[in-house]
């Protein structure tokens, strides 16, 4: 049994590379030497850990199975980001809070590898019901509880009233990779607690990011220009970003005069797949979903420190787009279709703010040339698929052809900036 025992420490440790240098990737806000941890318990003390896990499957539920295998689904990110998304309404996605929690857990998760190949500790090889697949990793500190941890902080700082409820969840996940017999008490316990001093960090960068700008200004009432009473956004270009060094690093030139425009999308005839596809960009967060799917097509869910970068930069990009967009919206308030023709009547409900540039066109861009960047080989079907969100913009009747165009072109210098400030691999 002691030689069967040491072959298996001897073909874990030959498997154990899963990025072996993510340690010292670029991180967006800490130090990952300032949050090194102490060595993991000593052999003594990890085969009385081992007991812990053996009574932890022993009075396992089959709730407690479930819980396993649902947060085992996907990278250690990957159930915390689906959780966020559904807690804002349809075609609202919270894109602040979104970056903030795909920063932290990738922060977090970049210190945790940093620790995990500084010690470089054993997997449980023996002793304990191997529950789930032996991950190719050191065991210490746990990548799950870590991002446990920076998530449900993250969470319950942008949405107070549910704190109990993501503390709880985080704890499942726990008992979850305690049950799996592929981690010691201590991996989860330690990750847990550095994910959460990581998302401290990052809170305390968001209290400071200028979400709570309010603005003062007044609506120009100059003939040819965006009208309305109550403009959503308009201070939202104040707000720091993440990568880029100023909100009007790569604001347009000035808008045309929309006759062409107007007059191009009064002679446009819609057919059931335009409204179709005006109605489905106007209510998902498409690249939540295309980057998830991604990610499993390419079995990234297995390496959690480059699944936790493409999820931070997929943020990202959406995150400095989106304020880029809305500086050039206010810095120009230009007019929306409806409003330069008021005989004209769009299919969507026209949003309360200026139109040039598009959103969709520009956020859209941006992520689409991140992805590319990330999966090279599906860079087309990522360009693509922002073209058509932004087209839908236009078969929507709320946006004219120019602000789609000058919203793509925007994007991917948007999303190229971001790449090379990053200078990912």
Known sequence: MRI???LLLMAHAALGQVEPNAGTWKTFVIEVKDYRLPPP??????ALELQQVRNAQASATSSSFNDMLFWNAGAPGYRW??????????????????????????????????????????RPVSGVKKNLPMPESPSY???????????????????????????????????ARILSGVQYPSDVKEGFELGKRIALKIIERAK????????????????????GTSPVGAAFGKRKLWLLDSAN??????PPDFAKDMSELKSFRQTQMTRARAYYYATQDEWTDITNRKIFEYNLQNNAPRAARIYAMKSVALYDAFISCWEAKYYYWGIRPDQ?????????????????????????????TVLGHFF??????????????????????????????????????????????????
Request: proline share 8%; aromatic share 10%; with cysteine.
């Open 4 to 6: 069967l025992a040491i």
């Open 41 to 46: 318990p000593n052999e003594k003390a990890s």
């Open 81 to 122: 980001g689906q959780l966020i998304s559904s807690l804002t309404p349809p075609g609202l996605p919270p894109i602040r809070e979104m970056a903030l929690l795909n920063v932290a857990v990738y922060d977090a998760t970049i210190a945790a590898w940093d620790s995990k190949y500084a010690f470089r500790r054993q």
């Open 141 to 175: 500190p746990c990548e799950y509880s870590v991002a446990a941890g920076a998530a449900a902080t993250i969470l319950s700082f942008a949405f107070p009233a549910k704190a109990d409820s993501f503390n709880m969840l985080a704890q499942k996940v726990c008992a």
């Open 208 to 227: 400071t990011d200028g979400a709570d700008i309010v603005w003062n200004g007044t609506v120009p009432s100059a003939p040819g220009l965006w009208n």
């Open 249 to 254: 690093q790569f604001r347009p030139g000035a």
């Open 340 to 368: 330069y023709d008021t005989t004209f009547h769009p299919t969507l409900i026209t949003p309360p703010f200026p139109g040039y540039p598009s959103g969709h066109a520009t956020l859209s861009s941006a992520v689409a």
């Open 376 to 425: 090279p080989g599906d860079a087309k079907e990522f360009n693509d698929r922002a073209r058509e969100c932004a087209e839908s913009r236009f078969e929507g009747g709320i946006h004219f052809r120019t602000d789609n165009e000058v919203g793509l072109t925007m994007g991917r210098k948007i999303g190229e900036k971001i790449l090379s400030k990053q200078n990912v691999d």
